[in-house]
């Protein structure tokens, strides 16, 4: 019988945004590993590849002609997973089992530069602030269809992420349901939010900036930290210090607060194992159904696959799949390694 | 306006055994894929490999000899993500945000087989029904230990499935707590059951038996089918027929059924891309805490990742995390793909 000690003993971790456990085996990270490797692209990239169907002025498979767009460039995805047809359906209810409804929904992607070659870390903080207010008008507009209840943007980044190409972009999947992941989160901040008329988030980053064991980097307007609950060796969340509930209710100073933070934290991924991070993020923020989400609060996940080096991730199979997310360093760990990394690029680092 | 199709328009599924929806784009398989190619061993492997730390006779991590087995082989993981230590706790109930539970449980590692070379399609019934026993008797002997309240039998076949080693396997995990899918599952499982007094499952392969479409293979005993709410593009569960709890209270016939089931269904894998098909497969059964589960009903998972060919993969990634799961062929069509497979491995067949 010994003493639990968090460091070292096998234990399960709460998430109340989503009210999941993960398990957290903390000696594991020492097993050897023979399986599969990632092949890394290091080829370096030219700024205007006349092949990519992102850079300007290109071709894309419909046969349109990308502007010579000189920020951001936004279009509708030519393979969009949602339409905007109306759907005319009645429900079966008799249907226990095989229950289904059309969904309604616009599919984008956002290009975040003319230049084939940068990624987020290597933009220059205006350039991010760009992508923010572009953020910002999709929001909006997506927001403001009325079949329109949600919109989620992400970016998938790196060929282990399915990124099928490396122009900087992400993409928009706005529709008419909460997705499953978000619903979730929902259900979890409106009922914190009802019993103590604060935000979840706001709470726990105030817990977070306390226990200081987990925060990555902090700036004036928002903490990007490692959450107790993180699941991917490396997952991160980037969150506003305010209880802001939409991406459009940045003041201009938070726009500037949150292109920086994006950028640092980037580059630190970048430099964990010197190599273009691979991540999937994605905004999480109030629901565009016409009503107030007081208790809605703006953050970002980050959620990177790999593990030990720039070659090996952690796979979520077998186990993660039939039982749940199992993980192998701690995230106070992981935390203390990503901000032990450089604030500069490796790239520009003279060597 | 037009009325929905389901075969052809952007819908929503629902999964009652785990209360989540699936987004389906049928459309959406005919986008071009420029994505990452996975890499196919096409190596043919010894009947025993030296190397092999799984093979009878050879020395593993931790300087132990394998037995010179000449069935299945059952051996506690050297790297388990459990341990068995008693650990003292108190729960510190002030922590809203920051709640963790030290976990005791036991990993172990399962070989299917003494040979190198072999894996389910290509062994005999006989060698499964093996298994099988293997299987019964590791949730008796871990289920029977005072802490474990549930027995996880998985296997990860495949490097894309995150397996590091040819020589067929699988795993268990065996653990103090309902991990937080099977709690999911448990959940829908009890309140139907008590509402029902039948299992969900019963009624809903009875369904799917009338429905027809996404039936792979049935037996006497056994059907293998596309759940109506399946994520992976060709996700498959093995569902008993009877309302069966749990392994252990299968009949000799049943054993043997199960068995066949199994060989017809990995065989029809391996043929659909004539490859050695990836998935991680996982049994979901009553937890072992003692009581009578009458709501639980015997089902195998497998969830291959495969999409499009042997090198080209589903990614759940951006959308997917933040948002729900999403897939691209419908449930009937790989249904009907996965039937239409030859029954005769193709590797045995003559050319
Ligand atoms: O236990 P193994 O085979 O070393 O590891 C594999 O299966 C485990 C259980 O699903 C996962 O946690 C690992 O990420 C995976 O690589
Ligand atoms: O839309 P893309 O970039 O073609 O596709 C990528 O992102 C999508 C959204 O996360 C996923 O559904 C795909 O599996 C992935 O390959």
């Known amino acids: 019988m010994k003493n639990f000690d968090i460091n ?7 998430n109340p945004l989503i009210n999941e456990w993960v398990l957290v085996s903390p000696h594991r990270a020492k097993r050897p590993w023979q399986g599969q ?7 370096s990239l030219p700024k205007h590849d ?16 990308n502007p010579a767009y000189k920020n951001s460039f936004v279009f509708d995805n030519d393979f969009a997973a949602l339409k905007q047809d109306e759907i005319i359906f009645e429900e079966d209810i008799k249907h226990t089992f095989f229950k289904a409804k059309p969904e309604q929904g616009i599919s984008r992607v956002v290009c975040f530069s003319p230049r084939h070659d940068l990624t987020l870390p290597e933009m220059e903080v205006s ?9 910002q008008k999709e929001y909006t507009d997506l927001g403001n269809i009325k079949y329109i209840n949600h919109v989620q943007i992400f970016e998938n980044k790196g060929s282990v992420m399915g990124c099928s190409n490396p122009h900087p972009h992400g993409q ?13 989160t929902h259900n979890s901040l409106k009922s914190y939010y009802d019993k103590n008329r604060r935000t979840l988030l706001e709470d726990y980053v105030q817990a977070e900036l306390k226990a200081e064991v987990r925060i990555v980097i902090e700036n004036e307007h928002f903490v990007a930290l490692v959450p107790f609950w993180a699941i991917w060796p490396y997952e991160t969340m980037i969150v506003s210090k305010r209880a802001i509930s939409k991406i459009t209710d940045f003041t201009a100073e938070e726009v500037s607060a949150y292109a920086k933070i994006l950028k640092q934290l980037t580059i630190k991924y970048d430099n964990l194992f010197n190599t273009s991070f691979p991540y999937s993020s994605g905004i999480h923020q109030a629901p565009t159904d016409g009503f107030d989400h007081p208790e809605w609060h703006f953050h970002m996940h980050f959620y990177p696959p790999l593990l030990r080096s720039a070659t090996v991730k952690k796979f979520m199979v077998g186990y993660e799949m039939m039982g749940e997310s199992q993980r192998d360093i701690t995230p106070e760990k992981s935390a203390e390694i990503l901000r032990q990394q450089a604030d500069v690029h490796y790239k520009n680092t003279v060597k």
């Open 37 to 43: 490797n990632e092949t890394i692209s290091t080829e």
């Open 8 to 14: 070292e003993d096998p234990h399960r971790r709460f």
């Open 172 to 184: 928009i999947w706005a529709q008419s349901s909460l997705p499953t992941q978000v619903e979730k």
């Open 127 to 135: 350039d991010i602030e760009n992508i923010v207010k572009t953020w």
């Open 50 to 65: 006349p092949e990519c169907y992102l850079c300007p002025g290109n071709v894309r498979a419909n046969g349109v002609h």
